[in-house]
């Protein structure tokens, strides 16, 4: 008998069991999915951070989570013999002009404060990234040393492996036991927008590229509103779309070519680079925007973790602390931003 049931073997779920685990108890984990089923199985992995600047709990929390994420993959490889494919490598930004360069140079005083010395944001010569730097009207970049990068898969399947090593069941079916957590992705979120028969959450596809292009110690790029994220098995992953209405949730189709065409424009050198993969899937958004994680909304004696959207890999190590406070030890350290109420 399990102390705690997850439904989902996706990166919240699969979060949260860790942070169980480590703290002692009997989880296990079903899906029949599998691991990495739904978009934790995609390609890009940016764990970016917020802008410096009219902090609040959210970005506070995404903070502290990147924090945690160097030493949390660490371990998990380290116990579970799996690469997670993490690096605090940074990231570049190009300047466009003048008010931007202003507001750039703000956010780097504000970062001195705001990041507690643990990283900087710096406005730098384009020259100093000789190689690999986007396109900039200025010759200017942004460049923040808190950005890091994950292979979504590579870390979904680490943390599986981590899990077995400790004893957790990862499985395609079974019943529950112990208290529950819901933790299924953007099908979750309809359903409970079903049952509750008003919009709660929804689902928005993102389409990626892979290129095959070793650039694994080089920071990742942020222009057009694409990111460009090095792997370190020698790829370079480009995303996303951001699709509220789609038909079919796994195809591609032109707005990937558009996609691959913008970012060729800022980084010329993308274009000689071999096409391998072509990557679609559906992210789960909750109504607030922000993560949902508490007390389920239908059953107050189970628990949901859903809605990690575009930042559920930069947020997962924090989710998976304050869900096990929750669980575990019935401490609520969740913001009043997170929990379920705020998208009801």
Known sequence: MADVTIFGAGIFGLSVAWACVTRGAKVQVIDPGGVAAGASGGIVGALAPHTPENWNDKKAFQFESLMMAEPLWAEVQKVGGQDPGYARSGRLQPIAD???????????????????????????????????????????????????????????????????????????????????????????????????????????????????????????????????????????????????????????????????????????????????????????????????????????SAFIANGGFKIGFGMAPKVGAVMADLILEGRDTIPDAFKPEASL
């Open 98 to 300: 003048a008010r931007a360069l202003t507001l750039a140079q703000q956010r780097a005083e504000n970062a001195k404060t705001l990041w507690q010395g643990k990283a900087h944001w710096a406005v730098k010569p384009t020259t100093d990234f000789e190689g690999w730097c986007p396109q900039s009207p200025t010759g200017l970049v942004i460049h923040d040393s808190l950005s890091a990068r994950v292979h979504p898969r590579q870390a979904c399947q680490a943390l599986a492996a981590a899990l077995s090593v400790k004893g957790c069941d990862i499985l395609s079916s079974g019943a529950a036991s112990g208290k529950v957590v819901w933790a299924t992705g953007w099908q979750g979120l309809m359903d409970l927008s079903s049952t509750l028969d008003r919009p709660i959450g929804n689902g928005v596809k993102g389409q990626a590229i892979l290129l095959k292009l070793d650039r694994s110690t080089a920071p990742q790029l942020f222009a057009d509103a694409l990111h460009i994220i090095p792997h370190g098995n020698g790829t370079v992953a480009i995303g996303s779309t951001s699709e509220r209405d789609f038909d079919d949730p796994e195809t591609t189709d032109s707005q990937l070519d558009d996609i691959y065409a913008r970012a060729i424009s800022a980084v010329p050198e993308l274009a000689t680079a071999c096409v391998i993969q072509r990557w679609a899937g559906v992210r789960p958004r909750a109504k607030s925007r922000a993560p949902m994680l508490g007390h389920h909304p239908t059953d107050k």
